[in-house]
C-alpha cells in the first residue's frame, strides 16, 4: 500500500471560506510564512525548526516556502500540494487507485487564457521578470528550454503549483525548480505594489507548468483532474464604492493605493471610466499616471512607483503630481532639445527614478 501525504497549505492571514472544509485522510494541513507572525494556525509550519527555512520570504514566495520545507522532509511514497482554498476535486479511493497504477503526476486540469502565457504575464505583472526567468532557465536547462520557449505561446497552464508526485519525481522537480528561483529572488527586487509582491510566486507558477510539459513530453504517467476553488467570492471593482459616485470612487483610490494595492486601485478606475471618471479632474489624473505606471511595469524591469521617494510613493496625490511634473520635462525637452534641457531631464530622472522607458513613451505622445 503506497503513502501518501497531501499537504494543505495556510497562512495566518488566509480569507475565510464560503463552507468549512473536513480535510481527508491524506491532506496535512502546513502553515507557509511562520517566520513573519507569532501565531501558529496548525501543528506544522515551515519555520520552526528548520535550520535551511526559505520562510521569511513568504512575500515574495507564498506558497513555495512550504514546497520548500516539504522537499525537504519527504518521507512518504507520494507527495501533494494543494491551497487552504484550492482542492482536487478527488476521493481517497480515487487517490489510492491512481497511486496503485504507479501514476507519476496528478496535477490540475489546465486553466484556459485569453492570451499566451508570456503575453499575459507581462500585462498583468512585470515584465522584466518574466525575460530574467527565461534567461535564468536557459542557462540552468538549455537540454528542454525549446519546450518551455514553445509553452511561452500557449493558451493554457497547469495552474497555482498545486500537484501530487511520486517522491522520486518530487526530488527532481525540486532539485530542478528552487536553484532557479533563488536565482529570480537575487535578480530582482521586492515590489511595493501588494499583488505583485509575489512575483516569484507567479513565477514558480508558470515554472510549475513547463515541468508537467517536460515529464509529459519524457512520457511519464500523468493525470489531470478537476480543482475546486472555495473561496467566499473574487474581489470586483464594485466592492469598494459605488462606480457611478465620483467622490467615492476618488475615496476608495485613495485607500486602496495607501494600502499598496495599486493593482485594484488601477482596475476600479478602469471600471469607473465606463461612467466618466476619466472627465473627472481628480481621476483623470489618477488614470493617466497608473496607465504611465502599467506601461513601465509591464516593460521595464520595476516600475516608477517603486523607485520614487516614499514620500511619494505611499501618497497617490504625489504620485501623480511626480507624474505631471515629468510630462513637464518632456514637454521642455522635445521643444527645446539643447544640452541644458537634456541636462536638467536628466537629474530629474536621476532624482526620481523614472525610467527611459517611459520617456520614451511620453515623447511619442508630444
Not at 19 to 38: C, F, H, M, R
Not at 150 to 162: K, R
Not at 164 to 180: A, L, Q, S
Not at 197 to 215: I, T
Amino acid at each position: 500500500m503506497n503513502t501518501l501525504k497531501l499537504y494543505v497549505v495556510s497562512s495566518h492571514v488566509d480569507k475565510p471560506l464560503e463552507e468549512k472544509i473536513i480535510n481527508s485522510k491524506y491532506e496535512v494541513p502546513i502553515q507557509a510564512g511562520a517566520a513573519l507572525t507569532d501565531k501558529r494556525i496548525c501543528e506544522r509550519n515551515d519555520y520552526d525548526g528548520f535550520a535551511e527555512s526559505l520562510s521569511d520570504k513568504n512575500r515574495r514566495l507564498a506558497e513555495g516556502t512550504a514546497i520548500y520545507w516539504i522537499y525537504k522532509h519527504l518521507d512518504t511514497d507520494y507527495v501533494g500540494i494543494e491551497h487552504y482554498r484550492r482542492r482536487f476535486v478527488i476521493s481517497d479511493e480515487e487517490l489510492e487507485r491512481y497511486m496503485e497504477s504507479g501514476v507519476d503526476l496528478i496535477t490540475t486540469k489546465p486553466m484556459t487564457t485569453e492570451e499566451p502565457m508570456q503575453s499575459s504575464y507581462i500585462r498583468d505583472h512585470f515584465g522584466g521578470d518574466w525575460l530574467m526567468m527565461m534567461e535564468i532557465l536557459k542557462d540552468h536547462d538549455p537540454e528542454h528550454y525549446a519546450l518551455y520557449e514553445s509553452e511561452t505561446n500557449s493558451t493554457s497552464f497547469h495552474y497555482g503549483n498545486i500537484n501530487i508526485m511520486k517522491k522520486e519525481e518530487f526530488i527532481k522537480y525540486g532539485d530542478w525548480i528552487f536553484p532557479i528561483l533563488e536565482e529570480c529572488l537575487k535578480r530582482t527586487p521586492e515590489k511595493w505594489d501588494a499583488y505583485n509582491a509575489r512575483d516569484v510566486a507567479f513565477l514558480m507558477e508558470r515554472l510549475s507548468h513547463f515541468y508537467v510539459m517536460r515529464m509529459k513530453q519524457e512520457g511519464k504517467k500523468v493525470m489531470e483532474c478537476e480543482v475546486k476553488n472555495y473561496s467566499k467570492h473574487a474581489w470586483v471593482p464594485a466592492d469598494e464604492c459605488d462606480l457611478k459616485d465620483m467622490d467615492a470612487v476618488y475615496d476608495a483610490c485613495v485607500r486602496l493605493y495607501k494600502a499598496r494595492q495599486v493593482t485594484k486601485c488601477s482596475i476600479l478606475l478602469w471600471a469607473a471610466r465606463q461612467h466618466g471618471a476619466d472627465k473627472d479632474e481628480r481621476l483623470g489624473r489618477f488614470v493617466e499616471t497608473l496607465s504611465g505606471w502599467i506601461f513601465e511595469r509591464n516593460r521595464g524591469q520595476i516600475s516608477m512607483c517603486e523607485y520614487l521617494p516614499d514620500e511619494m510613493k505611499n501618497d497617490l496625490e504625489s504620485l501623480c503630481t511626480a507624474f505631471n511634473q515629468l510630462k513637464q520635462m518632456v514637454n521642455l525637452y522635445a521643444q527645446n532639445p539643447t544640452e541644458e534641457t537634456k541636462a536638467l531631464f536628466m537629474e530629474y530622472l536621476k532624482m526620481t527614478g523614472y525610467s527611459m522607458l517611459l520617456v520614451d513613451y511620453l515623447l511619442e505622445q508630444v
